[in-house]
């Protein structure tokens, strides 16, 4: 009853910007945290960025100053904005949120499908 998907990758040169959405639908009672993971070929996933409903954030060392986690809870949406790529932020960018539902109202981890992000030149 809940969809979780991402948008917005794609090819970007080094010290170029994408950016990322994640809209969650369906029957959504209220959404705690909203994260962003990634995966790199024969890397294990690692968390990115995160943010809570009240708005705080966290971020990987590696993507402090760069990349900025924001969302609209009137849309159920989730942004990553992201400048200053580097080759090493090639990945599969998985959405990450924690749902209640209007149903249950007990929160429940959901996942999207990922988008590709690729950084070459």
């Known amino acids: 009853q809940v969809q979780v998907v991402e948008s917005g990758g794609g090819l970007v040169q080094p010290g170029g910007s994408l950016r990322l959405s994640c809209a969650a639908s369906?029957?959504?009672?209220?959404?705690?945290?909203m994260e962003w993971f990634r995966q790199a070929p024969g890397k294990q996933r690692e968390l990115v960025a995160s943010?809570?409903?009240?708005?705080?954030?966290t971020y990987r060392d590696s993507v402090k100053g760069r990349f900025t986690i924001s969302r609209d809870n009137a849309k159920n949406t989730g942004y990553l904005q992201m400048n200053n790529l580097r080759p090493e932020d090639t990945a599969v960018y998985y959405c990450?949120?924690?749902?209640?539902?209007?149903?249950?109202?007990?929160?429940?981890?959901?996942w999207g499908q990922g988008t590709q992000v690729n950084v070459s030149s």
């Open positions: 990450h949120a924690i749902i209640a539902t209007t149903a249950l109202r007990n929160f429940a981890n959901y």
């Open positions: 369906g029957s959504i009672f209220s959404i705690n945290v």
């Open positions: 943010i809570t409903s009240g708005g705080s954030r």
